[in-house]
């Protein structure tokens, strides 16, 4: 079984990166582009074909090592 | 007295610390490896700068995991004297033994020079011996050392004083232009709660002789070495 993590920076906290990106694309001509986050995206091979288990533990994963809950959030999604 | 620096691999500021430490200051050092699970009975621990397991993930993500941090934590719950520099402080928020966390500097680009670093406050194992509003100058090298907490926990620290160190510039001013990554409040190094964890971004230990172009970084290690002789830092059977 296959799960997706993303993790991105929390809307209160500044992301000097997606900053960066916006400004580049505004450079690149694409002026309508109002902001950029910058994130992560993590797949997980999991054993097993319980869903709900899976995503259970993956959220853990995510809470435990993939994403600081200080200043990121995450989404789970099990394919 | 004996500092411990813990070595994780990725770990670059580590001899400089040991050197500090021992050849500097004249306290026993000893290098302890992230895979160790004791502290060898030291008397205060220096978690040193570098990008330990590449900063891979997040910077100290991975090191919170480290086998001798289960060590570290139990002593610093203990008490135990604990500086963490630069990567090290990174390491201590992951750990959680500080409140916050760091993220990309303001301007993205990686810092790497001489900085003014007001001492904030003297009731530190660290900064005994500094004088309050003392400003040393240390370098910093960094590409991740915007300190960010949510307003609620930046207000807490401010109120109990465990702002220890903030960028200033020229004038000794926390101003925007003395702040060279953007941090909240200018702070470049906190403490916990019991005073006995600290956590900078700036490198003391690279800046304790005047070859290296300032020794104000000395006072860090001496104010550790002045607290173990007065016998408030604890002392060997904290380890």
């Not at chain 1, 990106?21 to 450079?27: F, K, P, Q, S, Y």
Request: some cysteine.
């Amino acid at each position: 079984m296959r799960a997706r993590v993303y993790v991105t920076l929390k809307p209160s906290v500044f992301d000097p990166q997606g900053r960066v990106v916006a400004e580049a694309l505004h450079t690149l001509g694409y002026g309508d582009v109002r902001d950029v986050r910058q994130g992560k995206f993590f797949e997980v091979e999991l054993e097993g074909d319980d869903r709900a288990a899976a995503e259970a533990r993956v959220a853990e994963m995510a809470a435990t090592l993939l994403a600081n809950p200080v200043i990121e959030s995450y989404r789970v999604e099990v394919l | 007295m004996t500092f411990a620096v813990i070595v994780f691999p990725g770990s670059n500021s580590d001899y400089d610390a040991f050197h500090a430490a021992s050849a500097v200051v004249g306290a026993q050092a000893s290098l302890v490896w992230h895979k160790d699970t004791s502290l060898g009975g030291a008397d205060a621990v220096i978690l040193p700068g570098g990008f330990a397991h590449g900063d891979y993930l997040r910077t100290g993500a991975i090191a919170k995991f480290s086998p001798i941090m289960a060590a570290v934590n139990s002593f610093a719950e203990r008490g135990g004297p604990v500086l963490g520099i630069c990567n090290g402080f990174q390491v201590l928020l992951e750990a959680g033994l500080l409140p916050g966390a760091m993220v990309r500097n303001r301007g993205i680009k990686f810092v790497s020079k001489m900085v003014p670093v007001r001492v904030e406050a003297t009731d530190t194992p660290f900064t005994g011996a500094c004088t309050a509003g003392q400003v040393l100058r240390m370098p910093i090298a960094h590409g991740e050392g915007n300190y960010f907490a949510e307003p609620a926990v930046i207000e807490a620290l401010e109120r109990d004083r465990q702002v220890v160190f903030r960028y200033v510039d020229e004038a000794g001013q926390a101003s925007a232009a003395g702040n060279p990554n953007g941090s909240i409040n200018n702070i470049a190094g906190i403490c916990n709660a019991g005073r006995n964890v600290v956590g900078l971004m700036p490198h003391p230990e690279r800046a304790c002789e005047a070859s290296l172009g300032s020794a104000d970084g000395r006072v860090v290690l001496d104010s550790m070495v002045q607290a173990f002789a007065a016998g408030v830092a604890g002392g060997r059977s904290l380890a």
